[in-house]
């Protein structure tokens, strides 16, 4: 087995309010950003985890997604990476 790095992102899908982004949108523009025309607040999830492969790996973290870390209602996830780490497992 191979120690992988997985790198999920999860946003707020298009169209749906997003009441986070808007209120950091908000501040941005108070504070003089005023060219900043629109805010999305997500979340970035960073995985530690053995596998046979990267592709495992990445089945592994679909999985993951579609059942714990998104709301498959009002988010889209998208695994970004997934990365053999040096030194690790074996």
Do not use: F
């Not at 492969?53 to 970004?80: F, G, H, I, Q, W």
Request: aromatic residues 4%; proline residues 4%; charged residues 25%.
């Amino acid at each position: 087995m191979t120690h992988y790095r997985l790198e999920i992102r999860v946003r707020p899908r298009p169209g749906l309010l997003d009441p986070q982004g808007k209120a950091v949108h908000n501040s941005l523009v108070a504070l003089g950003w005023e060219g900043v025309h629109d805010v999305r607040v997500g979340k970035a999830i960073l995985i530690d985890m053995e596998a046979e492969s990267a592709a495992a790996a990445r089945e592994a973290a679909e999985a993951m997604c579609r059942k714990l870390l998104a709301n498959p209602v009002t988010e889209d996830y998208e695994v970004v990476s997934a990365e053999a780490l040096e030194g690790a497992g074996s």
